[in-house]
């Protein structure tokens, strides 16, 4: 019998969550997302050192203030990451928009636009990349435009049904509802423990999906953010799904039937519900979970930032 990796591959596009070449080159994802977390780390390796030292050597030549020449040759960075990606995957490789930058809606596009620029410098089309935006209002407005303008963006940090529903008014390419941290914080309040059944992160992902099914909705469900390979399972037959290397490798490892759990012959209706600033604004300040996660990735996406601007800063100064 097939591994059940091999069997969720036949009913779900499975991502690599990871900037790891050795993963990639041997998991062979469809795809691959990145953020600064994930591209700090992947700067760290060995593998990147040559790319370090290029983009080093480039930013010692530009003109402009330290700052930002740091803030240029971090974004070289990221796109050399995200470059190395795209060789291996035959799909996309997405890529953040500065964390920074959440809550302004025309700082995002421009950010946008000039990643989608760097990319094509290096021979990698625009069909290859997805921008990743968090899914505040400013971002989500952000995608709203970049989509009209034929830029695919990767609306993330989403942690709730009013986001959802504000990214499909957007026509965003795709979605990541995020499972685990969303399990983190309901077991931090409760104090409970949940099944793959009554994971909270599965069944908003399950709502969601059903949700878009239900209406015609196009803007692709992709779970994230996992915890354990039981809440894969229970997601199995989503559009898509982003893992990282060590669940890849369980579930490669992993033997008997897995059963689909989500797919869009299976749908209750949901009636379809516009939604506007002031509803947004609200429904998510209602939900005290999706809140206080969206800010807190905010946060930490923006330290890792802060993080890799500090590590170009030193490469700068010792070249």
Do not use: H
Not at 6 to 18: I, K, N, P
Not at 36 to 53: E, M, N, W, Y
Not at 71 to 98: H, N, Y
Not at 160 to 169: G, R
């Amino acid at each position: 019998m097939a591994s059940k990796l091999e069997q969720l591959r036949s009913m779900t596009t499975v991502v690599a969550d990871t900037g790891d070449i050795e993963a990639v080159a041997r998991l062979k994802p469809v795809d691959c997302t990145t953020n600064p977390t994930i591209v700090l780390k992947a700067l760290g390796t060995p593998v990147f050192a040559d790319r370090v030292k290029e983009a080093v050597t480039w930013g010692k030549s530009q003109n402009g203030s330290s700052e930002a020449v740091v803030a240029a040759v971090a974004d070289r960075l990221a796109i050399s990451v995200g470059a190395a990606l795209a060789e291996l995957v035959p799909g996309r490789v997405s890529t953040e928009v500065d964390a920074d930058l959440s809550f302004d809606t025309e700082a995002s596009i421009t950010k946008a636009r000039g990643i989608i620029a760097a990319y094509k410098e290096r021979g990698i089309e625009r069909d290859r990349i997805l921008i990743k935006l968090a899914s505040t209002w400013e971002g989500i407005k952000a995608a709203e435009v970049l989509q009209t303008e034929g830029i695919d963006c990767n609306l993330t940090l989403l942690f709730s049904k009013a986001q959802a529903i504000a990214c499909a008014d957007a026509k965003a390419f795709l979605i990541s509802p995020f499972v685990g941290r969303i399990l983190d914080w309901y077991k931090k309040s409760t104090g409970q423990d949940y099944t793959s059944e009554t994971d909270p992160g599965v069944i908003s992902v399950r709502q969601i999906y059903n949700y878009y099914k239900a209406n015609g909705i196009s803007t692709i469900v992709m779970g994230a953010s996992f915890r354990n390979a039981g809440e894969i399972e229970a997601l199995a037959g989503c559009d898509r799904l982003t893992i990282s290397p060590a669940l890849l490798d369980e579930l490669d490892k992993a033997e008997g039937t897995l059963e689909r759990k989500l797919s869009p012959d299976n749908i209750t209706e949901d009636p379809f519900q516009p939604i506007d600033e002031k509803t947004f604004r609200w429904m998510l300040n209602e939900d005290a979970m999706a809140t206080e996660k969206l800010s807190e990735g905010i946060r930490a996406f923006a330290k890792d930032l802060v993080a890799l601007r500090t590590m170009v800063t030193k490469e700068l100064a010792a070249a």
